[in-house]
């Protein structure tokens, strides 16, 4: 039984669209610290020093430099290399969560993520076959042939498809998990980190790479890892184009502006 809990933000400095990952980062790790969560049980990876630098003005975080740098892959498949390369081991006893930086914590997280009881907790999924889908859907996407790649892309997408093949696997998923926001326990976290990485090894230069999450949800499916949804009242997502209103809603929760211009790059 997990008795601490410690948060982990792997960090590729970056732009999407309007949105810069420091300063969400910086937004993101404010309000979590504000709560009263403690400083050292945050750790920031990333690639570079002047973002460790940064970001330890908001206080005694912990840091990990990733030094195996993503070559030709966009920046979400960032994560199965920065934990495998930079914290394969989980802390003594502690749940370990990984977060990505498009949040914001509104209380303390502590006590309600200790009350996890399976291995794995996410905070959002998706059901391949939503009954709106189904209806305009060709009948081998509802049920598909278990062998065939076409079909199993078009049930759960080309990522899922190439390892569900790959690995031989029969029972076909019905869920999808997402990996924003996922707490895991500290007895399988190194087995599925390392799973979670030779996966993304075994498909990377194969055309059916998507994200890292569709990868994730295949490993904690394939070591049959117990899991559940939970939606946190402690933490809110941003997703997509919605990861700009963070900005907005930082400051309306009087966080300190980030200073892009202070940054310089090594």
Not at 14 to 32: F, M, P, Q, V
Not at 55 to 75: A, C, D, V, W, Y
Not at 184 to 212: F, N
């Amino acid at each position: 039984m997990a008795s601490d809990v410690h948060i982990i933000f792997p960090l590729m400095p970056g732009r999407h669209k309007k949105y810069d990952y420091t300063e969400g980062a910086w937004n993101a790790i404010s309000s979590l610290i504000r709560t009263g969560f403690p400083e050292d049980k945050v750790v920031v990876i990333t690639t570079r020093n002047w973002v460790i630098d940064r970001l330890k003005k908001i206080g005694n975080i912990q840091s990990r430099i990733m030094r195996e740098k993503p070559h030709g892959q966009k920046g979400w498949f960032y994560k199965p290399l920065a934990y495998s390369n930079a914290l394969l081991d989980p802390f003594k006893d502690s749940l370990m969560v990984m977060s990505d930086v498009d949040v914001l914590f509104y209380k303390n997280p502590m006590k309600e993520l200790l009350e996890q009881k399976e291995d794995i907790w996410v905070t959002r999924r998706e059901r391949f076959l939503r009954p709106s889908r189904v209806k305009r859907m060709n009948t081998n996407h509802i049920d598909p042939d278990r062998k065939n790649f076409k079909a199993l892309k078009g049930y759960m997408g080309p990522t899922r498809a190439y390892l569900f093949l790959h690995y031989a696997l029969e029972e076909l998923p019905k869920y999808g998990l997402y990996s924003g926001f996922v707490s895991i326990k500290p007895s399988v976290y190194t087995e599925l980190i390392m799973a979670w990485r030779l996966m993304y090894d075994q498909i990377k230069r194969t055309p059916h790479l998507q994200g890292d999450q569709e990868i994730l949800d295949f490993a904690i499916k394939y070591l049959k890892l117990s899991w559940s949804v939970r939606g946190l009242e402690c933490v809110k997502e941003f997703h997509c184009d919605d990861k700009i209103v963070q900005y907005h809603k930082a400051k309306e929760m009087g966080i300190t502006a980030y200073d892009a211009d202070a940054d310089a790059d090594e």
